[in-house]
């Protein structure tokens, strides 16, 4: 059954390279995106069902309407908060909403080349990732969702997400989706909260009751603040003027720029908020590309990939967090925060298949020496990788991660000697 009215399928043209949506919508930055099919994804999002699909040189989109702006699906039982009549935009923006959300403006080619020429390493690791962008989400989401990444994954996260939107949310409709069991089954998609939602007095215990655990009352109390001790548009006033088109916000400095500083400044005052969640906020909520947030999962990149873990930056404090993304935004300039997540990625469990090891090659060759005596001495050369293989747990996510390290022995072997 479906409560919506559904529009065809159009299509962007757009190739693999400059958007991978198998990567983006998966690597820890919306939490929200379903599988609603065989290689496609959906999400209710600004009061419409949107789904997506990719081929290498297309993306495929459609936008899922409801029936009238006057329409109340059925909410999806057991709701506290009768479902919100869903809006009908006056007239289909679905292009702009998408080509905004998915931040497809810049040249992501260019992009990786200019990463690239400034980081070996970034150059190593690029080919294997590309196609990762940075989504402009909306700022209300991306603050909520990083207060629940606190000490969780990615698995985790996205069903807090999908409970507090099921429990919240205004109820968009339903798609008809085939399970694994090749049945048909009908999927309810909910947009996301708003504040004032979030800041009813019942909220908390009901979220305690949900398995929101701590984080039950920092979504709560971040609510209230919100709703009740800022101006309307709070959040959108710490926007970056570029990611909006609404003017220049400056030449990158050490440490960032104003406009950025001041956005993570004012989010630190907010509960559950600390520097890295202010960073995620900064952004993929509000387009500050040079925020770079570190977590322990990037602060393993750094030292083993950047030389940190040494010295004054042998653990990750405040000054080691600072120094980290310092040493980024120096590497990658204004998009540093942009460039951490394609690295970020390449280190999640998710995507380990696209690091392929050779489990072991041996090559043999034989080199001459002359003894003093006069004798000549033949040695066979054998080079050998061995290959390990570590369960390593990351932050962000569920299971282990698969770590290769191979090991490389040179051993010389006599086979015979004889006179000159």
Known sequence: MSFCSESQWHKLPVSLTELCIDTTLRCGQSFRWRKSGSDEWSIALHG?????????????????????????????PPSSVTSSPAKTPAYDDTLALLKHYLN??????????????????????????????????DPWEALVGFICSSNNNIARISQMVDKLCREYGPLIGHLDVT??????QSMAFHDFPSPEQLARKDVESRLRELGFGYRAKYLYQTAVMVTEEREPGWLDELRNPESVGKGDAGCLVEGGREGYRRAH????????????VADCVCLMGLGWGE????DTHVWQIAQRD????????????????????NKFRSLWGKEAGWAHSVL?????????????????????????????????????VI?????????????????????VEIQQNITKKPKRRRKI
């Open 383 to 403: 080079k050998t990788e061995t290959v390990r293989d570590k369960r390593v747990k990351r932050e962000f996510e569920e299971e282990e991660h698969r770590v």
């Open 291 to 294: 925020a770079v947030p570190v």
């Open 306 to 325: 950047y030389k940190f873990g040494k010295g004054k930056h042998s653990s990750l404090t405040k000054a080691t967090y600072d120094a980290v993304a």
């Open 104 to 137: 497809l403006s810049p040249n992501l080619g260019d992009l990786y080349k200019q990463w690239s020429a400034s980081d070996p390493h970034f150059r190593k690791t690029a080919p294997k990732f590309t196609g990762v962008r940075i989504l402009k989400q």
């Open 179 to 184: 399970n694994e069991n090749g049945e048909l």
């Open 344 to 380: 970020f990625t390449a280190d999640l469990r998710a995507f380990s298949e696209r690091l392929v090891a050779k489990l072991e090659s041996k090559e043999e060759f034989e080199t001459v020496e002359v003894a003093a005596d006069g004798q000549i001495q033949s040695a066979a």
């Open 48 to 76: 419409r069902i949107l789904s997506l699909r990719q081929d290498k040189h297309h993306l495929h989109y459609r936008s899922i309407l409801p029936f009238s702006k006057n329409s109340v699906a059925p909410p999806t």
């Open 265 to 276: 400044e004012e989010l630190l005052q907010l509960q559950g908020v600390g520097p890295k």
